[in-house]
């Protein structure tokens, strides 16, 4: 029996989280957002999600570039605790940016960076947590398998997130 997709296909397909569109045509994994996915709206999650911020998506988008002109120029990183533990400029300079968008936006937020030590209003009903280049070891090597992310939490649950891959953007 002949499998329905090359080796090639299935191989590129498990490396990235690709989703189905409604039509069932896959959608690359870069910002997934379930409006232009022709998705039917879900009460369930409309009403879980009662602040998504607008700036949120852009956001990702931004950092992305960011850290994407980073990565095709120069990579240079450094040890933070631990062999295992990478910290790139790329890292520092989209937490940053980051940070600077969210505080000028929403002042009274939390914000939780990988890169940054400390909390900034941690007991805040919203808290932004933020993981500028997920996949840093990856970066630093030059392998194009890495994103940003940026996550919101609410009262300190969960409410939203969003991963960006610049590289298949």
Known sequence: RTPPFSAAFV???????????AKGELFPPNL????????????????K???????IDQLAKEAGYIAKGYYNNSVSHRIKSDLSDLVTDADIAVSD???????????DHGIISEEVKDVHNGDAEYVWVIDPIDGTRNFA?????????IGLVKNGEPHIGVIYDAMND
């Open 141 to 149: 090597k030059h392998i194009a398998v890495w994103c940003v992310m």
């Open 11 to 21: 191989r590129r397909l498990n490396a990235v989280a690709w989703v189905p569109d």
């Open 32 to 47: 997934v957002l379930f409006d232009p996915l022709g998705w039917k709206t879900n009460p369930f999650l409309l009403t």
């Open 49 to 55: 999600i009662a602040f998504k911020p607008p700036i």
């Open 97 to 107: 940016f980051i940070v600077e968008k969210i505080k000028e936006k929403y002042p």
